[in-house]
């Protein structure tokens, strides 16, 4: 059975004793790791946006911090 | 030169004639008190920071880009940092392609900045890196209204003459702290290296950028000592990063800096050199939060970098624009910068 990997820490996201502070930590962070596979990934971070590359899944992208306005 | 008087008169009131009727910077004892200061004198303390920005700086703000062209794989060991190849940090090595270089520079220049500072992790540039920027500067002054900078370690004097013939107008090398503290933070370099590298800089006629990180570990006496080395190498712009304990770094379980001592050193810092671009870097998020990003504005801050950070994330530029325009802080124009 497949499970899904925190994309902060990479391990088991449904072992939340594990990730006291990752979602926080989410807001301000890129993923680090595969949510897929758990593989560290490729991350290239631009003033206006964010890339992350699995070897295996392929690419997620995204912007900046969300606006807190 | 800075000229206190230690007289027992109040700091505030020796700062005010001092600093924002002469333009003098505090020395590194008028600094500590300073930092010192009682929670209660905190707003009294921004409010002359921002009176000396506004007297000796301006209104206007200098906004800026950075932008990682080599993450990670760094060979160096500063403890803050998750790109050394050291310790067991998630961020793995990665290279941004010249395309991609001028489209964030042009991603950049679209929000008003006027800078944009192209960094790599390294100890210093190899030929490789040197062909990267002088290609990468090329392309982005052929496409961009935008001046470049540049963070790449530490220099010889052929790399910094290289890079003024680039068209690098600004060079960013931090001592990241003071001296005595230095060889707590990093050990395959020294604090004197990176003191040579910015006498080069200085010399070739690039504008000099050099700041540090507060909270890591340093005593208040030492963060004094800091801005008082700072203030003697008279720097154009200082970036103030605030650490931001990252994962798998020997810091990452570092308390964060209280965000009042974080105040009274942007305050500090501003009496300490009257005349410098003094930048917002990382960590303001997580160390100063809305309301503290908006009170070192109006506390000596003029200038802060938008958008995301080498390898963390940030506020949208625009969240930061609308800031300045409701703080009737204009944008340094381009043309004003050259």
Redo the contacts between chains.
């Keep these: 059975m497949s499970i899904e990997h925190c994309p902060r820490c990479g391990r088991d996201i449904a072992d939340a004793s594990l990730h006291a502070t990752c979602a926080q930590a989410m807001e301000l962070e890129p993923p680090r790791y595969c949510v897929q596979c758990g593989r560290r990934m490729k991350v290239q971070v631009v003033p206006t946006g964010w890339s992350a590359a699995c070897v295996e899944h392929g690419v997620s992208s995204g912007g900046t911090a969300a606006a807190t306005r | 030169m800075a000229t206190d008087t230690h007289d027992g008169s109040d700091i505030l009131d020796r700062a005010r004639a001092q600093v924002l009727d002469r333009g003098e910077g505090l020395d590194e004892a008028g600094i500590l008190e300073i930092l010192r200061l009682p929670d209660e004198r905190i707003s009294e303390a921004l409010q002359l920071a921002h009176d000396v920005r506004m007297r000796w700086c301006g209104p206007e703000v200098e906004v800026e880009?950075?932008?990682?062209l080599k993450?990670g794989g760094c060979p160096e060991d500063c403890h803050f940092c998750s790109q050394s190849g050291l310790f067991s940090s998630?961020?793995?090595?990665?290279w941004?392609d010249i395309p991609?270089l001028v489209?964030?520079a042009r991603?950049?220049a679209a929000?008003g900045?006027t800078e944009f500072c192209i960094v790599a992790a390294v100890r210093g540039p190899d030929t490789r890196l040197m062909t990267q920027m002088r290609e990468g500067v090329k392309a982005i002054k052929e496409a961009v209204d935008i001046n470049v900078a540049a963070s790449l370690g530490m220099l010889s004097q052929e790399q910094v003459d290289e890079l003024v013939e680039m068209g690098v107008h600004r060079y960013n090398h931090n001592l990241e702290t003071c001296r005595s503290h230095f060889p707590a933070v990093v050990t395959t370099h020294s604090w004197e290296e990176r003191w040579s590298t910015l006498k080069m800089v200085r010399d070739s006629g690039m504008e000099v950028c050099c700041g540090g990180i507060l909270g890591l570990g340093e005593t208040v006496e030492q963060r004094a000592e800091f801005a008082a080395q700072l203030a003697e190498l008279d720097p154009h712009e200082v970036p103030l990063n605030f650490l931001?304990p990252r994962?798998g770094t020997p810091l990452e379980d570092q308390p964060v800096l209280d965000p009042k001592d974080a105040l009274r050193a942007i305050a500090a810092f501003r009496l300490a050199m009257p005349r410098t671009i003094i930048r917002y870097a990382g960590g303001r998020?997580?160390t100063l939060g809305?309301l503290g990003t908006r009170d070192g504005l109006l506390g000596g801050v003029n200038a802060v970098i938008?958008?995301?950070?080498?390898?963390?994330?940030?506020?949208?530029?625009?969240?930061d624009l609308?800031l300045l325009q409701e703080l009737k802080m204009p944008v340094k124009a381009l043309s004003a910068t050259l």
């Design positions: 880009g950075i932008v990682s993450t998630p961020v793995r090595a990665v941004l991609s489209e964030a991603q950049t929000t900045a931001n994962p998020e997580i809305d938008v958008g995301n950070y080498l390898t963390t994330l940030g506020r949208p530029a625009t969240e609308a």
